[in-house]
């Protein structure tokens, strides 16, 4: 249960940072609350298929988090230390495979091409 306060630490510290800007903050929060809660595109009893919701979530959670925010800053609020970031942030770079840029612009509300 370690995990989860150091989340839950990490969320509250993230959510008081004044250089992470407001946007940023409601989106993670929006994504966040879409993972956990019960009502999904397609119901997680659905067999083999139900958590292909979850996991596009997750994938675009931990692309944000990872390509959007600064990594200084995300490194600021990371728990766990350095080996654990590294580890984190290559499965976000795999996970960068199934978040298409088009909708990584549209969900982002980038300006000009972030990528």
Known sequence: MKVFSDLKKTWIEMSKDVRIPSRDKKILVVLIVYLISPLDLITDWTPKYGLIDDF??????????????DSQLMLSHYPWG???????????????????????????????DPY
């Open 82 to 112: 350095m080996k654990s970031y590294a580890r984190f942030r290559s499965v976000a770079r795999t996970l960068e495979f199934f978040v298409p840029n088009f909708i990584k612009k549209k969900l982002w509300l980038f300006e000009g």
């Open 56 to 69: 596009f979530m997750l994938a675009f959670i931990m692309d944000y988090l990872f390509n959007v925010l």
